[in-house]
């Protein structure tokens, strides 16, 4: 039904504001029992590549794009590192509004452009960082008066709140540990103030201690300064200057979590395990939280028995490219069944 929808008695959301829908959010909980029972704990996945454009981001830019349109709006502007540009793109043209997304130059994964260009926004590949986009978004957002969809906009992190409220109502209760990959660092943040929501409301007994996890080329919020030339195969989070680094930390120490970074070699290493075990291709970035419960579980540092929640962020469609490169290349054989039999044999 859309989060506006299901969750609007918890959001701000009035009569006045307009009933933007792509059926996001409700997306499944899965049990990853494999996985889980190497790992000696009982493993959820949220999959949240199953939202209308793929990833996490609908669940706010619904909200965000709404207020925007109540308060007048009549464009939007976002810098993003492929998923944010997505979700704005598909929103924008679902109410008939222009959308103008800067990209990091090369850095962004081929579904995600697509995904942009097709929805028919302006896109604008700058030769910068993701936190130089953002600079410039703010910008062009002050000289011309679009509305600004980045996580800066409160109603990007309030509405993504719902992740953990719907974990809640799946669960029965908030889980022990919440795993969560960290790039801009919103999302830990907005996960981090739903279940403290829905704990002060006593519709959960529990607070889960926010794990969040980095990418070891970007990982400013582990090793407690900017990056300022962020690299990994994992573009989502490839982010040096996180904006919602404060609230982030704030999240961690509160909830007696705390930030871990991992290779790319243990990103990708999680990403095949998670497909090839469970069958859940999600996109690289998604499976920092997986490479990092595995090495917390190495140095003996994982509760045995804990009850954990894995955000999978984004759908592994989204970079076929990174995929192809680490996996096996097809058997190619010619028409016949002698072909084929011999194929199979291999
Ligand atoms: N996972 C995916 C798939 C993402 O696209 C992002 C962020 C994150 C995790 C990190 O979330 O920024 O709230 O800490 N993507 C942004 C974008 C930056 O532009 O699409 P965060």
């Not at 990833?55 to 794009?65: E, H, I, N, Q």
């Amino acid at each position: 039904m859309g989060v506006l929808k299901r969750y609007g008695e918890y959001l701000p959301v009035t009569e006045k504001t307009p009933a933007v829908n792509l059926e996001e959010g409700s997306t499944p909980l899965v049990r990853l029992g494999r996985i889980g029972s190497d790992l000696g704990i009982e493993l959820w996945g949220k999959l949240e590549g199953c939202n209308p454009t793929g990833s996490f981001k609908d669940r706010g830019m619904v909200l965000a794009v709404a207020k925007a349109l109540e308060d007048g709006a009549k464009a939007f502007v976002c810098a993003s590192t492929g998923n944010t540009s997505a979700s704005a793109a598909a929103y924008a043209a679902r109410v008939g509004a222009p959308c103008y997304v800067l990209l990091p130059s090369g850095k962004v994964a081929m579904g995600k452009l697509a995904q942009s260009l097709m929805y028919g926004a302006k896109v604008i590949a700058v030769d910068g960082n993701f936190d130089r986009t953002l600079e410039m978004a703010r910008e062009a957002s002050a000289k011309y008066g679009f509305a600004i969809v980045n996580s800066i906009n409160p109603y990007r992190l309030i509405s993504q709140r719902t992740g953990a409220w719907e974990i809640c109502e799946s669960l029965g209760d908030a889980p022990d540990m919440h795993a969560i990959p960290v790039g801009n660092a919103g999302n830990i943040s907005a996960y981090w103030a739903g279940y403290r929501e829905f704990h002060k409301r006593g519709r959960s007994k529990k607070l889960p201690r926010m794990m969040g996890f980095q990418a070891e080329g970007a990982s400013p919020l582990v090793t407690g300064k900017e990056c300022p030339n962020p690299e990994t195969v994992a573009t989502a989070i490839r982010i040096g200057n996180p904006v919602s680094a404060n609230l982030a930390r704030e999240a961690a120490r509160e909830s007696g979590g705390e930030f871990n970074s991992v290779t790319d070699a243990e990103i990708l290493d999680a990403q095949r395990v998670l497909a090839s075990k469970c069958g859940i291709f999600a996109e690289p970035a998604s499976c920092a939280p997986l490479a990092g419960l595995i090495k917390l579980k190495r140095s003996g540092r994982l509760p045995e028995g804990s009850k954990v929640v894995m955000v999978l962020t984004g759908n592994g469609l989204k970079d076929p490219d990174t995929a192809l490169s680490q996996v096996e290349k097809p058997v190619s054989i010619g028409g016949t069944m002698e072909d084929l039999i011999e194929a199979i044999r291999l």
